[in-house]
DNA sequence: AGCACGCCGACT
DNA sequence: GTCGGCGTGCTC
């Protein structure tokens, strides 16, 4: 071992750092190294250091003083480059949830840590830093005002109730340690669940003048609204910043410092804000808890809305230890008028307070049910009879319409009629979706993208025809099976809101009231506030009706609850409707959406899974292989399986090694298998000592591979 | 994960 | 003759 860059005689290098840096788990090395320095730092500081050939952010986890700059191993520890010390070091809350996340997760402490930072953070060298620290004494941009007095809207019972209870429980434990629970508010759609957390993060914001609070929904850009809300009714009281994909690197690193520094009192975020460095933070919000984007997909695959309730609860741990009489703990309200399946379950256990909404504000109706019966329809048929008739009387009232179908582009697929032919994507086992105004076959998971054959390649055939339908083609003709050219029909989906400020945009057209039918994918069903919508119809429900994804039906449900929602906001509107077109209309799923009955849906939910021993009554993992060929990918898996055989505590299950339902996606095969337990600890203990043993070497033909703990997509 | 070092095909 | 493909190997 050599050293390199000899040590300066007079500044002894007396100090062994122990540092996280960005290392995957799967190196040996793990992700903490030791590297020399003049003098101790705080844990949590902020350090730039070589690694390699490169230098790197990396985040203090320990100081001890050392005589030799030589460790037993004989590696000898290279000095740091510089420290961050305008920043101030991360929280030991902050370390421990980040700790708690890579254990749970079976990630590095390291990767998880450095990837919790702002990119733009990661890149600072200490030039830039300090540049950035002296342009820094800027005054916090506070209305100069003073905060208006909002009209006083008097809270219903409901949501008096709901908020007393939230801020209630602490006071009944008197013992030593309050449990405090997370709090899951259930209130149907209507029922002012907004409200009553908009009170909640004021009330805790004046507590305290530092409290910081962190509003975590699934997607800012799809709701302007909220953010809207937010900047209105706390923008006066406490300076907020957002933190989400959206804003510019550079945005996103002030808005982080910001909240670091403790100068932004409120925090509204997507799922990367579960992290954000909170000195003070006392209440994190998470709506929609139900939304699948708070699990993130892509590297370090965690659930936002359950790290933000291991937040709260690491953060109040943090708190309260030291003079327990001014300590304030840590809140977490989780809001859905659709919990997910294991928030009701926690709720109804115990572990959950539950806080329960039932009545609609003011006299808005939610929309009555029917259900058209395609098999009573030629085969094919996009919008059934029915279906026609309750649009058209819906706009001959002067109400809009909201069309929803899961699938844009004009065509799913694209097929010869003489010799069978079909527009496969050759990189997926996919099929390219046929998109008509600019007329090419995109693939939608690799983004292939070529020009329509005008033949058939295989046949020289011309009748090559598009089937099934997307969000286009029903665009194009829902005016035609209405008989009415003059309709003014708007279309929202992903292709037509990929500019900037696009969304916003049509959502305001609709508002205007210029647009008769709003045609979109689920996108349109988040959360907008539509005022004259009479009429929600679901043009497909039945794919997800016998899904082999056991959470299928509780996704649907959510699904359809939430559309229903956009109809009849305004209690001007009379009576309102919700359609949903389907083939199997006597699914029992249809009988709670009927009745709007959410307990009754989870109720039977619940005892499904509890009889198939199923999450929340067991809990799951996948392993998932990716090679270039399928064959790699299964012997990977059923290697990996052998080397489980020595490890595995009775309580856990190994299932055998799959295809996944997409095999195939830009030329990668892909192969997963299931774990199942139905003791946590157990499971997380197996998981950890196999990965380890599957660490030890990769082989040759596999790309990868990757645990997905406590998976939503099986 | 990056990033370097290292050994074999189509271009100035 | 060089630019550049990605295979293996290392990072305190």
């Known amino acids: 071992m050599i050293t390199k860059g000899a040590l300066p005689p007079d500044k002894p290098l007396a100090w062994q750092l122990d540092v996280l840096v960005a290392m995957p788990a799967h190196v040996q090395l793990g992700s903490v190294l030791s590297y020399a320095s003049e003098q101790a730092l705080a844990a949590g500081s902020l350090v730039r250091v070589p690694l390699g050939a490169r230098e790197v952010l990396g985040v203090v986890c320990e100081s001890h003083e050392s005589r030799a700059d030589v460790q037993d191993s004989g590696v000898t520890l290279k000095p740091i480059v510089a420290a961050l010390d305008g920043i101030a070091p991360l929280s030991a809350a902050w370390r421990a949830l980040l700790e708690f996340a890579a254990r749970y997760y079976q990630r590095s402490a390291g990767e998880l840590a450095l990837a919790a930072l702002p990119p733009q953070l990661r890149q600072l060298d200490a030039q830039a830093l300090s540049k950035r620290m002296a342009k820094k004494p800027k005054a916090t941009q506070l209305p100069a005002q003073a905060p208006v007095a909002r009209q006083e809207i008097a809270l219903s019972e409901e949501q008096d109730a709901a908020l007393s209870a939230f801020f209630g429980v602490q006071e009944q434990t008197s013992t030593a340690k309050p449990a405090l629970l997370p709090a899951l508010l259930f209130g149907s759609t209507g029922s002012g669940k907004t409200e009553v957390y908009l009170r909640a993060i004021e009330r805790v914001l004046a507590t305290e003048p530092q409290a910081q609070v962190l509003i975590l929904v699934p997607e800012i850009n799809l709701t302007p609204q909220l953010q809207a809300i937010v900047e209105a009714r706390l923008g006066a009281i406490a300076s907020y910043v957002t933190l989400h994909s959206g804003i510019t690197p550079a945005q996103r690193l002030k808005s982080w410092l910001t909240a670091h520094s403790g100068q932004a009192r409120i925090v509204l975020a997507t799922r990367m804000g579960v992290f954000a460095s909170m000195p003070h933070l006392r209440l994190i919000v998470v709506d929609e808890e139900h939304d699948a984007s708070y699990r993130s997909q892509d590297g370090a695959r965690h659930s936002a809305r359950d790290l933000a309730v291991m937040r709260a609860k690491i953060e109040t741990e943090h708190q309260l230890p030291e003079g327990a009489a001014?300590?304030?703990?840590?809140?977490?309200?989780?809001?859905?008028?659709?919990?997910?399946?294991?928030?009701?379950?926690?709720?109804?256990?115990?572990?959950?307070?539950?806080?329960?909404?039932d009545k609609r504000i003011g006299d808005a109706k939610l929309p009555k049910l029917h259900l058209a019966d395609l098999r009573r329809e030629p085969r094919g048929t996009a919008f059934s009879k029915p279906l026609l008739e309750a649009l058209k009387s819906c706009i001959a009232r002067g109400e809009q319409a909201l069309v929803f179908l899961n699938r844009r582009g004009y065509s799913p697929v694209l097929a010869c009629d003489a010799c069978g032919w079909k527009c496969a994507c050759p990189h997926c086992s996919a099929y390219r979706v046929f998109h008509k105004t600019d007329r090419m076959l995109r693939c939608h998971?690799?983004?292939?993208?070529e020009r329509v054959p005008r033949a058939c390649?295989?046949?020289?055939?011309i009748d090559i025809a598009p089937l099934g339908r997307g969000t286009q083609k029903v665009e194009e003709q829902l005016a035609v099976a209405l008989g009415d050219s003059t309709l003014n029909i708007l279309r929202i989906d992903a292709d037509t809101t990929r500019h900037k400020?696009?969304?916003e945009q049509q959502l305001a057209q609709v508002h205007t009231g210029q647009v008769h039918i709003l045609v979109g994918t689920q996108m349109v069903t988040k959360g907008h506030d539509f005022r004259r919508i009479g009429l929600v119809a679901a043009l497909d429900a039945d794919a997800a009706l016998f899904s082999n994804d056991f959470r299928a039906p509780e996704r649907l449900f959510a699904l359809l609850m939430q559309a229903a929602g956009r109809a009849g906001r305004d209690a001007q509107l009379g009576s309102t409707q919700m359609w949903v077109q389907s083939r199997y209309p006597d699914h029992p799923l249809?009988?709670?959406?009927?009745?709007?009955d959410y307990v009754g849906f989870a109720t039977q939910e619940l005892s499904a899974r509890s009889t198939a021993m199923?999450?929340?009554?067991?809990?799951?993992?996948?392993?998932?292989?990716?090679?270039?060929?399928?064959?790699?990918a299964q012997a990977f898996l059923a290697s990996a399986q052998e080397a489980a055989q020595a490890l595995l505590p009775e309580s856990v299950t190994v299932y055998p090694p799959l295809p996944m339902s997409l095999q195939r996606v830009a030329d990668v095969e892909r192969a997963q298998m299931l774990i199942e337990g139905h003791l946590r600890p157990e499971l997380q203990r197996f998981l950890a000592s196999w990965l380890q043993a599957l660490r030890q070497s990769k082989p040759k033909g596999l790309i990868r591979f990757a645990l997905d703990v406590d998976p939503i997509l099986i």
Request: hydrophobic share 35%.
């Open 590 to 596: 249809f009988k709670y959406l009927a009745r709007h």
């Open 445 to 449: 998971h690799c983004g292939h993208t």
């Open 614 to 632: 199923l999450p929340p009554f067991s809990y799951q993992a996948l392993l998932r292989a990716e090679a270039r060929s399928q064959e790699a």
């Open 326 to 357: 001014t300590a304030q703990p840590c809140r977490v309200l989780l809001a859905s008028a659709t919990p997910s399946i294991e928030s009701w379950q926690a709720a109804q256990s115990g572990r959950y307070q539950l806080l329960r909404m």
């Open 457 to 461: 390649p295989e046949c020289g055939n």
């Open 501 to 503: 400020g696009a969304l």
